[in-house]
């Protein structure tokens, strides 16, 4: 007999309770160092390890093993799931045109095996990817071998993901949908203005940036092309997808700009997710939940390496799903 998301649901609503509360995060807040952080995560269960970055790993593979055995339909995960082969090409491909070894920087899950990535790239094969790819893997290549433009490349291989992503999230649920359109749609943003600061070419612009719903594609380039101040002002007066409250956080600074965004979609989880119980959402929210606690352990590690004060720690925190 299958699994059924009645069961599921079930068993994710039994797992939230374990989930971050304010007062978890308060008493990593508290902590002094990284060991001290390190043996906190272990103490309450989130993970295993001798550094926070082992602790998180051996979480996000139990995590993973936990919704495989669980899920109805585990396809409902492949848009995330695509983000670690896009990953893995990019490691296998600077890791072969430089003679490094990567293999441990290889992650999964994946769609895409190791091996036929190593193929591919090995003997520029791309014929044996999925058709969203293998054109675009190829060009990527290309741009690699011949320009060492690893910038582009990563452009390049990027678009292809986040497009796939769009298509991939349509098939499965009307929340995952809207979920990756407002991704990519503040993707695109992050590269326009990183591009509008920084100076870029229209072709560069045209490659990188992806089609989504109110995102307005050419007038964003050609306002990037005149420099931030421009794009500022053209994406001011936007309100899709919040655009004009995101960027007067931009304006108070770019990390601003970050929290408002990983808020807007922890925020979309909760509201669409968290206390549904019918369909794959209560999963894909408890999904969503993990990534934001992973989020809120990376700051306040990174707070307490640099020896920032606890204010301004607390200051970078992003909302949590419990």
Not at 69 to 76: L, M, N
Not at 105 to 124: G, M, Y
Not at 271 to 276: D, L, S, V
């Amino acid at each position: 007999m299958g699994l059924s998301y009645e069961f599921s649901i079930g068993s994710v609503s039994a797992k939230e309770k374990y989930l971050f509360t304010n007062s978890d995060i308060e008493q990593m807040l508290a902590c002094k160092n990284i060991d001290e952080l390190c043996r906190l995560l272990c103490d309450k269960g989130y993970g295993d390890g001798d550094t926070v970055d082992e602790v998180i790993e051996s979480h996000t593979k139990e995590l993973w093993s936990y919704l495989k055995s669980i899920t109805p339909d585990f396809e409902i995960f492949s848009p995330f799931i695509i983000q670690n082969d896009i990953h893995n090409l990019k490691v296998v491909l600077k890791g072969t045109m430089s003679d490094r070894d990567y293999k441990n920087l290889l992650v999964t899950p994946n769609t895409i095996d190791f091996n036929v990535i190593e193929e591919a790239v090995k003997n520029r094969k791309f014929s044996l990817f999925p058709e969203w790819l293998a054109k675009l893997a190829d060009e990527a290549y290309e741009i690699l071998a011949h320009k060492s433009d690893a910038r582009a490349c990563d452009a390049i291989i990027d678009a292809a993901a986040m497009k796939e992503m769009l298509v991939m999230s349509q098939k499965y649920s009307k929340f995952l949908s809207e979920y990756f359109k407002t991704l990519i749609f503040y993707n695109d943003i992050k590269i326009s203005i990183r591009c509008a600061r920084t100076g870029t070419t229209k072709d560069f612009l045209q490659k990188a940036l992806v089609d989504v719903d109110g995102f307005r594609k050419e007038e964003v380039i050609a306002a990037a092309l005149k420099g931030i101040t421009t794009l500022e002002d053209e994406l001011s007066k936007r309100s899709e997808y919040d655009c004009n409250i995101a960027i007067e956080e931009y304006k108070n600074s770019p990390s601003d700009f970050e929290k408002f965004v990983d808020n807007k979609l922890i925020k979309m989880a909760k509201e669409r997710c968290k206390f549904t119980r019918e369909g794959a959402e209560p999963l894909i929210g408890f999904y969503l939940g993990n990534i934001a606690e992973k989020t809120v352990i990376h700051i306040i590690a990174s707070g307490i390496r640099t020896k920032s004060d606890e204010s301004t720690i607390r200051e970078r925190l992003r909302e949590i799903y419990g």
